[in-house]
Structure formats: C-alpha cells, structure tokens
C-alpha cells in the first residue's frame, strides 16, 4: 500500500474504532505528514520500510530543529500506536518501534538522576569508621541500588531483610503493595557488616535516629524519619561538591535509569519499582541517544540482532 493509503486507514481506525476526538486526529494527521516527509526525503525509505534507527535520527533532527523534548515523547508515543496498528493489521511485516525503549531523550534541563561516576563519589565519601557516617552510607547505598521510596527506606525493619537469602522485603509500598527485592552482591555484603556493627533485632528499624544513649540495652531506637533522610542526603551532596540538588527522589531515577541502559526491561522495572504500569516507570527514566542506540543493537525485537 501506498504511504497515503496508510495514513489513510490509519487515521479512519482512530476514528471509527478509537473514538479519537477531532483535536486529537489533527495531531495525528499533522504528525504523519511530517514523518512521511523526512522518511521520504531524508531517510529514502517509505513509511511501511522504516527502521528502528530512523525514530532515533527523528529524535536528533527534531531536537536540532529545537522541539521540545515533551512534544518529542508525544510523536514517539504517536509512531507507536501507528506501527502497532500497522503491524497488528498485518499491513508491515515487523514492527521497527517494538525495539525502542520507552522514552527516549536528552535528560530534563534539571538532570533528575545521577552518573554512575557522581554516585561512586557520593557514597564513597562518608566516613564508615563511625556509627552516623555508616548508617548514612547504607541509606546512600540502598536508595541506589534499589530505587526505594525514602518512606519505604524508613520503614524497613530487620525483618524485611534476609541476610541468608539477600533479600529485601518491601511491606509497606505505595497503595499498600508489597514487594520482593533481590541485593546486588556489594549490597549484601555491606547490608551484612552493617547489622554486626550496628545490631537490631527483628522488629527493629534498620535505619535508626542515632542519640547519646543510644547503645543503652533499654532504650528503644526510633526509625529515621523522611524529612531527616533527605536532609542528610542534601547535605552530603553539598558537601562533597555533586553539584545538582540530590534527594531520595533523585536516587529512584538514577536507579531505573542505570537498569534500562544496562538492558533491563522495563516491565522488570517496573516491578521493582512498585509501579501498576510503565506510564509511572517512564517518568523516571531518561535515556541519551547513545544510550537508546546501544540498547536497538541488543534488543530481542531488533530484527538486525
């Protein structure tokens, strides 16, 4: 079929089936006239042959024209209904938009997540050799590589936690959901040394507000509160120079960031985010080009894999 014949049926099936409303459908129909142009002219390849690096050099050429990166994710979200459609209807015999990842674009002007480089440096530099500096590394260390809401963070007790089995049990998730979380190596092992030197029993919170008493046998350890953490994880970061304005919140997107590029999926991201569907988990990933091409050569849906 004809690019025109395409867009033709594709829009008559928002309408008739989707429902579409009308301002919608103009978004739709504007969208694909700009894609058949540079498909056409700048690619030299007809709608139905596009390929996965096609909607990333879209992405380039679009930020070089000066687009917003929201109004980017809206046109991603755009081909990806349509090559759904397309392929679904048998009208393509693949679908190039299957292989990308969820959201793809530069990071918001407010780098909401940090290199792995920055969160070496930042947990590096608290002094363990002391009861406040370890307790404050373990936070640092779980917020990353467990993307924990900090209220979770403070909610854990030891018995959420298998030393044995390198575990992590979130009891008390958003919307009362629970979850099962497996420690990275490093992580465990840490999560080890932290409780010989710092103790707790089962029902105790693993994150203590730390006070003159507080190894008298009798007195009760109060868990960390949340406006604390993030007092302590700002003021860290000021003080070893990150230079963005780091929180807990920040730590949960670095996380499902460095998943992502590392080749996770997203539904797995999902689940470890506590997260009903990907809509939520996107918000929390930002994916450089580079890194979306690296992730098109790997991915199952890569017919060129």
Known sequence: MKNSQLIEAYIDY???ICGFAQRTIKFHQRMWHLWEDYIQNQRQRSLANAVADDFVCWILFRQKQGVENSTI???LCAFRRLYKYLFDYGMIPQNPVASLPELICRPAPEQQYLSVDECFKFINTFDTDTDDGIRNYMIAVVLWC?????AELCALRWA??????GTLLVRKGKGGKQRLLFLNDRLWEDMRQYHEKM???AQEPVFCALTNNQHTANSPKRALSQSAVVDMIRHHANRVQIGKKVSPRMFRHTFATQMLEAGVPIDDIKEMLGHDDET???IYIHVTVEAAKQLLEK???NPNR
């Open 146 to 150: 467990t993307g924990l809401r900090s």
């Open 14 to 16: 928002l309408e008739q």
């Open 199 to 201: 103790g707790g029993a």
């Open 280 to 282: 939520e988990t996107c």
């Open 73 to 75: 994710r809206k046109e």
């Open 160 to 165: 959420d936690i298998d030393l044995d089995q």
């Open 299 to 301: 991915h199952i849906g």
